[in-house]
């Protein structure tokens, strides 16, 4: 176990002088996620710059947001990422994190006949448009030999796809955590289908091309403090599962279940993150939805490894 009060010892001797007192650094979240993991682990304490936090309900409208430039950086997955590169964001992958995938799945209502993937051949699926749940649908559909046309895919946010489940407009829902573990244990839904083998568990940590190059110093503390809040949430599932419930006001079970089943790690952009980008890119290019060439690498950046690795040394103390 390591204790938030060595956690942040560990931080305050490892942060490097960030420029200008008053630098605000203006992030996009989704909620339960980072701000939330930073504030469980004490890392917000002591900050040498302001964060301005904006909440989005998924990753598409925080990409919007970062293309915008209205953030300087946020917490999207793979398939939201590629996309929005894709769009033309000036955007890059400054940190990677690669998690088991037992939480993003296709999840169905407890009276619903189907028991695997293949059952939903005819079926409504809901999802978000560019997001993980679409993705993981793809590579289902790939994965059991099934075309895009087996299934008809209905495009919500979060909040209207439960709903839509929960009503029965559509029969399955292809979901991420918390989503996942609050549909399960709350609404007694069942996975059909998720992500481990088929997808590669890729999540960023993204910034736009100005802010890396005018607060590169507000970004690389940042990282710092997000690895070893990570680290120190892995060592603390059960104190760090406690605090997410009380800020998020559900049941601790939620995430309880949710932290127990999913392991993860932030590392550096490499050749094996770029090749992972790539299958993404490409999945979606074989069904028609991505068109023109997507370059993974030079979607990275790189030049935040030292902050990743000093992030992890103070994580581990």
Known sequence: MIPRRALVAGLALIAS?????????????????VQALLQAAGALEDLPYRIEWSEFAAAAPLAEALNAGAVDGGNIGDAPFVFAVAGGAPIRGIAVRRSTQQGLAVIVRADSPARAFADLRGKRIATGRGSIGHFLVLAALEANGMAASDVQLAFLLPADAKAALVNGAVDAWSTWEPYTSQAELLDGARRVVTGEGITPGLGFQAATVSAITTKRAELTDFVRRLVAARRWADANTDGYAASWAKLMNVPPAVPTQWFNRTRERIVAPDAGVAADLQRVADTYRRAGLLRGAFDAAASLDGSFAEAIAAGNASGAS
């Open 17 to 33: 002088p960030v420029r200008a007192a008053g630098t605000t650094l203006r992030m996009g979240d989704q909620r339960g996620n």
